[in-house]
């Protein structure tokens, strides 16, 4: 143990570099670069002074090492701080009425179907008084058309429009947007019309950037004029140019359940297949003077190539950085420990950009490529077939294929459970036909991408690579629909993650060292993992409520009893998927459930069963009776109610309506107009009874 812990010092100090930028996320704490200056140099100070100690006294033996790991703690902290602090110069008070901004382009406009998406960086703002420099990212929505769709890289853009904050979750376990485009240094956005914005200049960003963009453009155009178009195009783009907003919901959903999500983000696995190739091509240079140094030349050279076709996509620039340092690792040291120079690559990349860390790609890459070094030859070695029979040899590559696929899935289901809520049951089956599937397709991609200047080859060739993307996606839908293809578990804890990792950490350390203590330790937190697991589900199993949601323009309401649910929605609700996935399943799915019990709130009819009781206009659950007023109310159907719930800008008389419900607490959705609500509001005031707007404060939860 201790032999390897001096092998990977990188990985020792890199431990309380990652503390440090938690802790300094977690806490916002600000110390500018003269307070990080000083910290480190009063670490130095105090290393100087350890080591004048050291020759009185060996009793100081070690404390070196303390005082490193608590430098590389502050280097952490101070990295995130000034990190941030540069992304804070005078920022947009969303607050306060905005005049104009000065806004420019950081990507290549998205066109979506009827807006294009700007990410921007504020070069300047206008309030009432006079102009500000900032530099605070922001995004920019304009209305779809001609000139937006044009928009480009480095383009500078006049916008008079005030942005607004953006909003966190309004609904119970939705995606948190806002924490997700906080963690990039992005805190507002704007709306804007044609008459709001115009250009003041074009192609002002960094050339090699632009000229990267330009590259994936162009290579986008070409596989249209393939006649690639919707899912083919889509998982095309994604494999070969890291262009994962082309991907419909559908895919991305069928991909995760069959536990091949990551063959759709360019990252580790395709860099590293582009260098399998290179290796074998520039393999004769090896044994040649100097072939060394010229492989490594031309292999960095081709992989950052490769980055640059992708348009420096930030997935690929991760993995084509933690390659290059292996690469540059082997070539001076051929004995570096590869963990030690996985280490170097990922202080690299968080030291340029600390939010790094909580990035689920990032962590995913790190965990897998990790997982791989330390425990796959292990595995693989457990079986070794006869390499002298054609027969043998595929066995070796299958079973290599296998363990790798083992080893990359136990190191990060954790993390699927923590932030999905689900475990692909078909994995391994997905992995065996995908992978390979997938090779094919990405190294037919880049050879129709090379040859796509001599029309004549590149078309025929063209309809061999749709062929083989279509193949892929039905192997992937085969999967999906086979019975149990997803388990859904229950919300896991930060504390659950904590100790299922540590469990596997100490499990793995007692195979590679066979100490009996490791054993009892991981066994023991897999224990306490068991517990925390079991009293998670207990409690869900004794939850009872009714959920209200904030939706546009509908209603939804889920009554939950312990591990059975029933949805209420309006029946438009029901035929927009995509906003029950993102808006109401993460609730369902947080509680070990899916979504299988709809009833439509329009139905005349009743449902009953032992937890929720729906008849016309009214509902009861949870010991509360509540009563459901639409556009089509008939008045002469009233009761007395517990809440009233107002929807779709019901057309009826607000006070007669409480003196004859008598309810104490009335409730408005989103399917009500803002000019409803207020004339509402203003009545239950007179009325002295409480009123609750779920489009400004979220969904309501009620309990028993």
Not at 27 to 44: A, D, E, L, N
Not at 239 to 254: E, K, N, R, V, Y
Not at 604 to 632: D, E, P, S
Request: proline share 3%; with cysteine.
């Amino acid at each position: 143990m201790n032999n390897l812990l001096a092998r990977i010092p990188l990985v020792r100090f890199l431990i309380p570099f990652v503390i440090g930028i938690v802790f300094a996320y977690l806490f916002k704490i600000q110390i500018g670069i003269p307070g990080f200056v000083f910290v480190i140099f009063s670490i130095v100070l105090l290393l100087i002074f350890q080591r004048k100690l050291l020759q009185h006294s060996l009793k100081y033996v070690g404390l070196d090492g303390v005082i490193i790991s608590f430098a590389f703690l502050f280097l952490g902290i101070g990295c995130t701080s000034i990190n941030s602090n540069n992304n804070n110069l005078n920022l947009v008070d969303c607050s306060k009425k905005t005049n104009a901004l000065q806004v420019q382009l950081l990507n290549n406009a998205i066109v979506k179907e009827k807006s294009v998406k700007l990410a921007v960086e504020v070069l300047s703002w206008r309030d009432s008084l006079t102009w500000k420099r900032s530099n605070e990212k922001m995004l920019v929505y304009l209305k779809r058309e001609p000139g937006s769709e044009k928009l480009k890289y480095g383009d500078v853009v006049l916008i008079c429009a005030s942005p607004t904050a953006i909003d966190g979750p309004q609904n119970p376990e939705e995606f948190d947007y806002r924490k997700w485009l906080d963690r990039q240094g992005i805190h507002a956005q704007v709306y804007a019309v044609r008459d709001e914005w115009k250009i003041i200049s074009r192609e002002n960003g960094n050339w090699f950037k632009a000229a990267a963009l330009d590259l994936r453009s162009y290579f986008f155009n070409k596989l249209q004029s393939y006649g690639m178009s919707g899912t083919s195009f889509g998982v095309a783009a994604a494999l070969l140019l890291g262009a994962s907003d082309q991907l419909d919901p559908g895919t991305i959903q069928s991909y995760a359940a069959s536990g091949t999500l990551h063959v759709l983000s360019v990252s580790g696995m395709h860099v590293a297949l582009v260098y399998v190739v290179l290796l074998k091509l520039l393999l004769p240079f090896e044994k040649r003077r100097w072939g060394k140094w010229l492989s490594i030349f031309l292999q960095l050279t081709f992989l950052w190539f490769y980055a640059t076709l992708t348009g420096l996509c930030p997935s690929v620039m991760r993995s084509v950085t933690m390659l290059s340092v292996v690469i540059a690792g082997r070539a001076f040291n051929r004995n570096a420990h590869l963990l030690n120079s996985l280490a170097a690559s990922a202080f690299i990349l968080l030291i340029v950009d600390p939010m790094l860390l909580f990035d689920i790609g990032f962590q995913l890459s790190y965990l897998a490529v990790v997982g791989i070094v330390m425990l796959q030859p292990k595995l693989e070695s457990i079986w070794e077939p006869n390499q002298n029979t054609f027969h043998g040899k595929v066995l070796s590559h299958l079973w290599t294929l296998i363990s790798v696929t083992v080893v990359a899935q136990i190191f990060t289901f954790p993390l699927g459970l923590y932030y999905f809520n689900q475990f692909p049951t078909y994995f391994l089956l997905s992995n065996l036909v995908v992978i390979p599937l997938s090779t094919i397709v990405m190294y037919a991609g880049l050879f129709l991408l090379i040859i796509s200047p001599f029309k004549i080859i590149a078309v025929p060739f063209a309809h061999v690579f749709q062929f083989l993307v279509d193949l892929l996606n039905e192997c992937v839908v085969l999967v999906e629909h086979l019975p149990f293809a997803v388990l859904t578990s229950a919300k896991w804890g930060f504390l659950e993650l904590v100790l299922i990792y540590l469990g596997i950490g100490l499990l793995i350390f007692y195979l590679l060292k066979r100490y009996n203590l490791l054993l009892h330790l991981g066994l023991s937190v897999f224990f306490l993992l068991i517990v925390s697991v079991g009293c998670g589900v207990r409690k869900k199993l004794q939850n009872r409520e009714i959920v209200i949601f904030n939706l546009k323009h509908a209603s939804g309401i889920v009554v939950i009893n312990g591990a059975d649910h029933v949805l209420f929605a309006d029946t438009t609700l029901l035929k927009r998927k995509g906003e029950i996935d993102f808006h109401i399943l993460p609730l369902l799915k947080a509680s070990g459930m899916e979504l299988d019990k709809i009833c439509s709130l329009q139905d005349t009819g009743i449902f009953k069963n032992n937890f929720v009781h729906q008849g016309r206009n009214f509902m009861m659950a949870c010991g509360k009776k509540i009563a459901i007023v639409g556009r089509n109310f008939n008045a002469n159907t009233y009761t007395t109610c517990d809440i009233l719930l107002l929807k779709d800008n019901a057309n009826v008389n607000l006070s007669d309506l409480l003196l004859l419900m008598k309810p104490t607490l009335v409730v408005v959705d989103g399917s009500d107009s803002k000019w409803k609500i207020q004339k509402w509001l203003a009545c239950c005031k007179t009325s002295a009874i409480d009123f609750y707007d779920i489009t400004k404060h979220g969904a309501l939860i009620i309990t028993p």
